[in-house]
């Protein structure tokens, strides 16, 4: 394994997905613990991208329970169904969120963010939780992201 990623600085979002993704499958490869990939995966996601918070939470209980991430301190649980990341986790699909002050019921856990995506994570074809990222910026996110980072969570569904 890789111990130092390689980062682009001047490149556009696409060229920065592909240069980032195959360093996450070696970081994932070979290795089965889920904590240990999902730790490594926010890491190498919050290297490239810099977002303002990057991270999962994972199904425990009925509940969505903060599990690894990169950012500022955040809400620890989280309904079904509430805020993007219940939602997304009770429809199993991913929420794009342009202005998080527009989605009903988004859970501010810091107020400088401002747009948002989250998206199931699947474990032997079972959702058990999901990722989410944050951006201070309005409208920071769309499809590239999607296919993207669908493709990164792909990674540990086996
Ligand atoms: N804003 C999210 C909560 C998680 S944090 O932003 C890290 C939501 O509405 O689900």
Redesign the pocket.
Known sequence: MAEDLSILKEATKEEKYLSIIPQIEALVEGEADLIANLANISAALKEQFNWF?V?F?LVKDEE?V?GP?Q??V??TR?KKG???????WQQEKTLV?PN?DE?P??????SA?KS?I?LPVYRNGEIIG?L?V?SEYLSHFDAIDDDYLNKIVSLIDA
């Open positions: 918070w991270g939470y969505l903060l991430f950012g500022p955040a809400c989280i509430k805020g993007v990341c219940g939602a997304s969120v998080v989605f019921e988004h859970i501010a856990c810091a963010s948002e989250v999901v989410d944050d």
